[in-house]
């Protein structure tokens, strides 16, 4: 089955700065990647994906690159703000073969840390 | 438009006892998955109900089962749990293909499960 490693487990940077996740996957059927952010004691919440069929997704202060090839997607948040500050869960599914963005693979997640 | 709603939002039952979750998708998705979140196992999944039917399943033992109805309203039964199976329990619903262009999974807050 799948299998998403991500790092780093834990990153601590200054309000402004960038804050970069790495996530690898093993399935090359995969071909959904969505982030979830995740705050204490709250749902996980979508926060950008990006299909297999394109290399880069923005959406203001936050990119997702993907490299199929290597089998290696990145979020990247820009201008880092202490609401930033989260856990941030990157996953993988081969949605495209039921429409849906079912049976996600979860890494393990970033605690992400902005500090002032 | 109403989200993913999850009851109960607190459990706590004693080993050996069984238990039922339930998850209300958001209008018109015909998509509900159930994950399990704990601290050292992170997000796993565990079954994806898609028109009643189940469409996938992850790796969990034969007492976690599940069932959706034709409201798409989904309920998962835990039967004589142990005390591993204390976790946050989420829902995530989805659009299919035809509803909708991305295949994403909104989540609901979940129910913390603690067993005794």
């Known amino acids: 089955g799948e299998n998403v490693e991500q790092h780093p487990s834990t990153l601590s940077v200054q309000e402004g700065d960038s804050a970069v996740i790495k996530c690898t996957y093993s399935?090359?059927?995969?071909?959904?990647f969505p982030w979830y952010k995740q705050e204490l004691g709250k749902r996980p919440q979508l926060i950008i994906d990006?299909?297999?069929?394109?290399g880069e997704k923005k959406d203001q202060r936050i990119a997702v690159t993907l490299n199929k090839t290597a089998k290696h997607f990145s979020l990247h948040i820009t201008e880092t703000q202490p609401e930033d500050s989260a856990v941030y869960f990157c996953?993988?599914?081969?949605?495209?073969?039921?429409?849906?963005?079912?049976?996600?693979?979860f890494g393990t997640g970033t605690r992400l840390q902005v500090t002032l | 438009k109403a989200g993913v709603t999850q009851t109960p939002r607190y459990l706590i039952k004693t080993r050996g006892q069984q238990v039922t979750l339930s998850c209300s998708p958001i209008?018109?998705?015909?998509?509900v998955s159930w994950y399990q979140q704990t601290p050292g196992q992170g997000l796993q999944f565990l079954f994806e109900?898609?028109?009643?039917?189940?469409?996938n399943k992850g790796n969990f033992p034969g007492r976690f089962s599940g069932r959706q109805f034709s409201n798409s309203r989904s309920e998962m039964n835990v039967s004589t749990l142990e005390l591993g199976d204390s976790a946050l329990y989420l829902c995530?619903?989805?659009?299919?293909?035809?509803?909708?262009?991305?295949?994403?999974?909104?989540f609901g807050q979940g129910t913390r499960l603690t067993v005794v």
């Open positions: 995530a619903s989805s659009p299919d293909r035809v509803a909708k262009k991305d295949p994403e999974a909104f």
């Open positions: 399935d090359s059927a995969s071909n959904y």
């Open positions: 990006i299909r297999s069929n394109v």
């Open positions: 996953a993988a599914s081969a949605a495209g073969n039921t429409g849906t963005a079912s049976k996600l693979t």
């Open positions: 209008s018109g998705h015909r998509s």
């Open positions: 109900y898609f028109s009643e039917t189940q469409r």
